[in-house]
């Protein structure tokens, strides 16, 4: 009952944007979750998957660049839209503060603004810096925000490699920050990390021990 959920949600909101209709499929993503038909971390799997299919429609040359685009563009307001719900139902405080971001050049930041409302949810307070942020300023906000941890995220091999001497900066910036990463770079090719790095969205909850 819940795949069927969540696929007829999936095939409502892919309809939508084949349609160019925007405000249709953030409609039919937020009733969803106001009627508690499908929970923020359930809707967020239901959206990056349909992100993943359309990346990998776009690389076959079966889908033009543009409506890739566009599609990612839908998804990102409809997890825009849901902050409010997610402020609505985040838990109760776990007094633990994490700072996500990119390193420079990795410019595909929606995974990781999914993964900052996953924390919120899970009782952290959760600041969201975005894209391509150099490590000196990451740095910088990390201190003033005093974080326990750091998540960062890329989207390609280069970019998994560009990660470790970021990492190697920051680490020695903050040597009591713990530092996860993740995004698609990880999926499939990850041997070359410690496993405990590694963050696995769907264990978020039970992270605030492992911080601070």
Not at 108 to 124: N, S, T
Not at 161 to 177: C, E, F, M, N, R
Not at 185 to 204: G, V, Y
């Amino acid at each position: 009952m819940v795949n069927d959920i969540h696929g007829e949600l999936r095939a409502a909101i892919l309809a939508a944007t084949e349609t160019h209709d925007r405000s249709g499929a953030v409609a039919a993503a937020l009733s969803a979750v106001r009627k508690g038909s499908i929970s923020i971390p359930d809707l967020y799997v239901v959206l990056a998957e349909l992100l993943i299919d359309v990346g990998a429609s776009w690389q076959a040359g079966a889908t033009e660049v543009w409506r890739e685009h566009f599609t990612t563009a839908v998804v990102r307001t409809i997890v825009e839209a849901c902050h409010t719900v997610v402020a609505e139902q985040a838990a109760a405080s776990v007094g633990r503060t994490v700072v996500l971001a990119t390193p420079p050049d990795e410019y595909h930041d929606l995974g990781i603004r999914m993964v900052a409302d996953r924390f919120q949810l899970a009782g952290w307070t959760a600041h969201l810096l975005g894209a391509s942020v150099p490590a000196a300023e990451l740095v910088a906000a990390a201190r003033e925000l005093h974080a326990d941890a750091v998540v960062l995220s890329a989207s390609t091999h280069f970019h998994r490699i560009g990660l470790k001497p970021y990492i190697d900066q920051i680490a020695a910036a903050l040597p009591d920050v713990r530092i996860w990463v993740g995004g698609a770079a990880f999926a499939f090719e990850s041997q070359d990390w410690a496993s405990d790095m590694i963050l696995d969205p769907s264990t978020i909850a039970s992270l605030a021990g492992q911080a601070g």
